[in-house]
């Protein structure tokens, strides 16, 4: 069962403008979250995280927040780069578990 | 660079016959993970060692898959009479205890 959802596999967003990236996850157990950046034949490179016990946190144009009630997360970027065009994967794990669980990815691309 | 590589990059097996995947970490970090990535899908764990202790091993899908990690460095992912269905891209990451895990580049194993 997918304990990490991300509904939408695309989004298309013009340079400069907001990014918003969203991952729903069903297991309560989850405590740690992050997101991963991953470009064609290379591995995910880590971008951000946040604990629960959180609800935002923030690290130059990446934004992640957490709503545990909705067990919903985001990503903002802003402003958006060309640069910024890869799959997004969103984590999590569970206390005392290291392993992740991943969604499906959702792929960006900043039109010019 | 000092970061996570893996070898080969590329593996093409003849339907059962056995294959070894390489994964060579981050100098100093304890944990090292292995996860299967399918295509259009986010990675899914298969196993996690703790130096050369493997703590978890929940995720590898039959018996035909095996990884060792002997002297708590390089790890080693066999896969025993290779099927169409373990056609995937294989990815290692590694990471300090408790902290963000960094990805290898992968493999990809294409079984024909």
């Known amino acids: 069962d997918q304990q990490v959802k991300q509904n939408s596999p695309s989004l298309s967003v013009q340079e400069g403008r907001i990014s918003i990236l969203n991952c729903d996850y069903t297991?309560?157990?989850?405590?740690?979250f992050l997101w991963y950046k991953k470009y064609p034949a290379e591995g995910p490179t880590f971008l951000i995280s946040?604990?629960?016990?959180?609800d935002k946190n923030e690290d130059g144009r990446f934004t992640v927040f957490l709503n545990k009630s909705a067990k919903h997360l985001s990503l903002h970027i802003v402003p958006s780069q060309p640069g910024d065009s890869a799959v997004y994967f969103c984590?999590?794990?569970?206390?005392?578990?290291?392993?992740?669980?991943f969604g499906a990815g959702t792929t960006v691309t900043v039109r010019a | 660079g000092a970061g996570v590589s893996q070898s080969p990059r590329y593996k093409v097996a003849k339907r059962g016959q056995d294959v070894a995947l390489r994964c060579d970490p981050i100098?100093?970090?304890?944990?090292l993970f292995w996860y299967q990535q399918a295509l259009g899908q986010g990675p899914e764990f298969l196993t996690y060692?703790?130096?050369?202790?493997?703590?978890?091993k929940s995720g590898l899908p039959s018996d035909r898959f095996f990884a060792e990690r002997p002297e708590g460095s390089v790890s080693t992912l066999k896969i025993q009479r290779t099927q169409q269905e373990d056609s995937a891209v294989y990815l290692c990451?590694?990471?300090?205890?408790?902290?963000?895990?960094?990805f290898g580049p992968g493999t990809r194993l294409t079984v024909t």
């Open positions: 990451a590694s990471s300090r205890l408790a902290s963000e895990q960094y």
């Open positions: 946040i604990s629960s016990i959180k």
């Open positions: 297991n309560s157990m989850f405590d740690y």
């Open positions: 060692f703790q130096n050369e202790a493997q703590l978890d």
């Open positions: 100098s100093g970090h304890v944990s």
């Open positions: 984590a999590a794990s569970a206390l005392d578990d290291y392993k992740l669980s």
